[in-house]
T-cell receptor, first 112, second 114 residues
Framework: GENVEQHPSTLSVQEGDSAVIKCTYSDSASNYFPWYKQELGKRPQLIID?????GEKKDQRIAVTLNKTAKHFSLHITETQPEDSAVYFCAASDSGNTPLVFGKGTRLSVIA | DAGVIQSPRHEVTEMGQEVTLRCKPISGHNSLFWYRQTMMRGLELLIY????????DSGMPEDRFSAKMPNASFSTLKIQPSEPRDSAVYFC????????????FGDGTRLSIL
């Protein structure tokens, strides 16, 4: 089955700097890659997703890149702000009947 | 859009008691997921329904756990008997059209078994 590895487990950046979180997956058939943000005590919220037919997707300060050959995808946050501090999870799925497999999460701290 | 609604938000009970968690998915969503989140194990899928039918229950820890979805607008996750190691946050999520569509999470139930 699918295995998703996420790095780093913790990340601290200065406000205004960029943050990058990387994930690798094992199943070459995976074609859907969402990213979730979870603030302390809150529910995971989808912030961006990408499908295997595109290599990059942007939404304001957030972007996701996908390298299918290398089987890895990354989340990029530019101009970080204190409210970006949260745990971020990547996930992968290969079909509608195969559940999402989540990474272990990255705790991002943005220092003002 | 009311979002995914879970109840109760918090539950504290003694070991051995039956616990029932409830979930109302977003109207029109035909896929429903139950997850468990702990510090040690992260976010784990317990069971996944599509059109009210269980598709994958391989994450259900043991026979003490059971889940039902009697109709498109309601699901329950039951633990009987409960044990302290079941303490966790349980999330319900729903999506429109399967596991590879955006999933929307409820606020979760924080369960503590004493």
């Amino acid at each position: 089955g699918e295995n998703v590895e996420q790095h780093p487990s913790t990340l601290s950046v200065q406000e205004g700097d960029s943050a990058v979180i990387k994930c690798t997956y094992s199943d070459s058939a995976s074609n859907y890659f969402p990213w979730y943000k979870q603030e302390l005590g809150k529910r995971p919220q989808l912030i961006i997703d990408i499908r295997s037919n595109v290599g990059e997707k942007k939404d304001q300060r957030i972007a996701v890149t996908l390298n299918k050959t290398a089987k890895h995808f990354s989340l990029h946050i530019t101009e970080t702000q204190p409210e970006d501090s949260a745990v971020y999870f990547c996930a992968a799925s290969d079909s509608g009947n195969t559940p999402l497999v989540f990474g272990k999460g990255t705790r991002l701290s943005v220092i003002a | 859009d009311a979002g995914v609604i879970q109840s109760p938000r918090h539950e504290v009970t003694e070991m051995g008691q039956e616990v029932t968690l409830r979930c109302k998915p977003i109207s029109g969503h035909n896929s429903l997921f139950w997850y468990r989140q702990t510090m040690m194990r992260g976010l784990e899928l317990l069971i996944y329904f599509n059109n009210n039918v269980p598709i994958d229950d391989s994450g259900m820890p043991e026979d003490r756990f059971s889940a039902k979805m009697p109709n498109a607008s309601f699901s329950t996750l039951k633990i009987q008997p409960s044990e302290p190691r079941d303490s966790a946050v349980y999330f319900c999520a729903s999506s429109e059209g399967g596991a590879n569509q955006p999933q929307h999470f409820g606020d979760g139930t924080r369960l503590s078994i004493l």
